[in-house]
């Protein structure tokens, strides 16, 4: 019964987070540790595994339709990698409650953002790069892999929005550009937790099964103007409450 719920809670996972330029990561640790009781160290190393492949798979049909921006998504991962590795240098000397308060600020701010820019821009699927911009996005999502073994697509996606790309493109290239840090967060976390495969194991067979499927849903989703702006008001609501929850 294990098995078949962690494959159906990785499928739905896998299948929300890759429509919305996520990673998943967040969710799977807070799985792993309330549901199936998993010690934090385990749990980090688990969750950015089991958010690695889904992550690959939907990354490239993304890029079979044509929507990741490499510019802006390598001038992401140039600043974010470094992060990523600081992070996890670091992650044992920060009090656990000014790293939730800085968060969960930062994304509730964000959230409002994109909540009062969601009208505006988003009418093209590239953008001219803001190469500080990129730069600031990525080294915070970078900060947050490295220190608690998030995936980091928060910081991510709302940068890409707020940078006026299409909902279709900022979803692509976000995923792309976790792919990286997540691979890079996988490697250290491995080195402070062991993963728990039997838990890993079930919830990446169900990811990839959502991942699959996500670029054709949000291709669907994102044909009509004004579906984009209910993702975009959406997005910037969830950004908001993993702000609040991540503080309280």
Not at 38 to 48: E, G, I, V
């Amino acid at each position: 019964m294990n098995i078949v719920l962690l494959i159906a809670v990785g499928f739905i996972v896998g299948l929300f987070v890759i429509s919305m330029g996520g990673g998943g990561a967040a969710i799977y640790l807070g799985v792993l540790t309330a549901v199936f009781h998993l010690a934090p160290d385990r749990a980090a190393a688990t969750s950015l595994i089991t958010a690695l492949p889904s992550l690959v798979i939907g990354s490239f049909g993304y890029f079979r339709q044509g929507k990741i921006n490499f510019k802006l998504g390598n001038q992401m991962l140039v600043a974010a990698l470094p992060a990523v590795i600081v992070g996890s240098l670091i992650s044992p000397y920060i009090p656990a409650t000014v790293y939730q308060w800085i968060v969960g600020v930062i994304l509730f701010l964000l959230g409002v953002q994109i909540f009062m820019q969601r009208n505006h821009g988003s009418k093209r699927d590239t953008a001219r790069p803001s190469r500080l911009k990129a730069s600031l996005y990525g080294i915070l999502s970078g900060l947050m892999v490295g220190v608690a073994g998030l995936s980091g697509g928060g910081p991510i996606l709302a940068g890409l929005l707020l940078m006026e790309l299409d909902m279709f493109a900022a979803v692509g290239t976000s995923s792309y550009v976790l792919v990286g840090m997540t691979l890079v967060g996988a490697l250290l976390h491995l080195s402070g937790g062991r993963v728990d495969w039997t838990a890993g194991i079930g919830l990446m067979i169900g990811a990839i099964g959502g991942a699959l499927l996500a670029p054709f849903l949000l291709n669907k989703l994102s044909q009509n103007a004004h579906t984009q702006g209910y993702l975009k008001l959406f997005i910037a609501v969830l950004l908001m409450i993993m702000g609040v929850k991540t503080v309280f």
